[in-house]
Each structure stands twice: as structure tokens, then as C-alpha cells.
């Protein structure tokens, strides 16, 4: 972390100093060109077939002296933030080590499924941001066959996103429609969060008649969600006067349309039985968050030539990657007194453990 602050600390005096001398340099250089623009008006006005008198040669030399010196200030300002850059790139080096090839295991990512497991994350990857042109070529190059209903979820979810960020919530409502009896067995309530935006939209807009008549699709939430309802009513007060000036001001707030892209993307992930995550912004972050650690490991044990554990294909420590990336149940085994989880417990560890205990 001290790494990390000096870095900052660095960066943040050389672009304070940057951002000095790019404003000293331009209202220099642009003081020699209104004054050389100035010294070529008054030349233009003199009589054609005259020489330049002595006052108008003087003023040429003075400002040509002038020109001069402003570019030397100007380079001398150059240099000395280019001396900045390099003092910043050599504390980067300083607090960062950046030869990391000693913790990679041969042959770990080389094997043929290996190898497939990584291009196909790439792929979906891409799919999910919604490069959907590169991850077809990418998919044709490296020879990864996805069936093509797989595909086609994808670019269908990727132009419901879009939409909800144009604020376009009739493509997303269309789709939760379709998908109404999957999406009540997960409980969700998307379509109540879309069709609330789209009456607010009737509302915000001043069309009375309209988002009266919209107002009996709330009928079939009113079991679970009355009490909001209630509140969206109310907001018919205000309709001709404008929900800017109300109490209501925060139903036109943007993040219900980023939720409700939120919601829609975790719904919809979870009917393609899809993580919310793509596998390679995960196995990303928790390389990053493991890196520090694995290089302090490494170097302790370099220092005790200790360097066998490193040829196996699994980390030799725990890397705590937070709550929020643990996919599986963790308990503590009663005979073993070690903490393990569901998947990692052998058909034959309790009978096992069982036999050897006293």
C-alpha cells in the first residue's frame, strides 16, 4: 500500500507541474503570435513599393530576439518535465517488482484443454461486453464451436442493454414477458422495475391519459409490491406540473435505469446459466489480488531454498479473495479440524478419517 502512495504522491506533482507549464507556455507562445500578427498588420499598411523604415526593422529584431527566448523558456520547461516523467517512471520501477516469470509453472496454461478453456472465456468475454464481431472472428480462428442459440442469447442480451441505456424499456419489458414464469421462480421483480419505469416516463412526460390507462398493469403486483404502487399514484398529482419540481423528483433519478440494466443482466445471466461475471474478469482479479502475496511467498522462500512447492500446479498458500468471490459453501470437517468446502471432501475422507481416529 505505501508502494501505491508514493506512486500517487509522484503523479500528482508532475501533472501539477504539467498542468503549470502548459498554461505558462501558451499564453507565452500566444503573446509572440499577437505580437507578430500586430507587426505584419502594421508592415501590410505601409505603402507597397517603401523599405521598412529604422522604427519597424528594430521592432522585427526585438521580436525575433524576443520569439527566441520564449522558446528557450518553453524547452527549458520541456526538459525539466520530461526529468519529472523519468524521476516518476523510476519510482514505479522502485516500488513495483515487475519480473513476475518465476511464479508461472511450465505447462500449466500450454495443454490442449487448457489452451480451450482460456480461448473460450475470451470469447464469452467478449460476447458479454459486446464485441460480438470480434468474438466471432476469434471464435472461427481458434476453432471453438458454441452452438449458435448460445451466441444469439448473447447479442440479444447486449441489445436489451443498449436500450436500457438509451432509456428504451420497451425491448427488456418484451423479454421479461416472454420469460415471466423463469423469472418468478427466481422471485425477481424486473418486470415491475420495468414497467415502473415506463409509467413514469408516461407521467414525466405530461401524458395524463396514458399513464392512467397503464396503471391497471399494477394490479397484478399488488400482492407484493402495494405500497409502491400507492406511492407511483400519487405522483399523478404532479403530472401537468412537472415531477422536476415535486416530491417525486427522485423517480426520474438515472439510477433506476441503471438498476433496472443491473437486474436485468443478473436475470438474465442466471437464465443462460451464466455467472453475472465473465470466468476471465474473475480468474483476472484474483490473480491480481494474489500476486502480492505469491511474490512475497516467493521471495521468503528463495531466501530458504525452498523452491520445490512451486511445481505443482496449485498456489501454495490461501489467497482471501473476499465473501463476495466465494461460490461454495466453507465448513469445518469435525474429525479433521481443518476448514474445507462441499466440492473438495473425497468419498473416502470420512471413512478414512473415521478409521484412523483412536
Known sequence: MESCLSVEREHEK?????????GSSLSRLQAVIDQVES????????????FLSTSEYDAVKDLAREARDVVAVVS??????????????????KSFQTEISGLCT????????????????IVEHLFREGKMEVGQALLHEAGISLPLEHIEKFADVNRILEALGRKEVEPALEWSIVHRCELAKQDSFLEFKLRKLKFIGLVSGGHTAEALAYAKVFGQFAPHYLTEIKHLMGSFLYCHKGLENSPYVHLLDPIHWTEAADLFAQNACKLMGLPLESSLAVSLLAGCVALPQLLQLKFMMAQKQISEIWSRDELPCEVNLGW????????????????TSGNTVGPGTWVESYASSP
Open 39 to 50: 507587426l505584419k498588420e502594421r508592415i501590410r499598411q505601409a505603402p507597397g513599393d517603401s
Open 76 to 93: 527549458n520547461d520541456h526538459k525539466d518535465i520530461h526529468a519529472s516523467i523519468s524521476k516518476l517512471g523510476r519510482t514505479i520501477d
Open 14 to 22: 508532475v501533472a501539477n507541474k504539467l498542468d503549470v507549464v502548459r
Open 106 to 121: 511450465d505447462g500449466v496454461m500450454f495443454g490442449e484443454h487448457s489452451l480451450l478453456q482460456l480461448r473460450t472465456a
Open 324 to 339: 463476495e468471490r466465494r461460490y461454495h459453501s466453507v465448513f469445518t470437517c469435525p474429525i479433521l479440524r481443518q476448514q
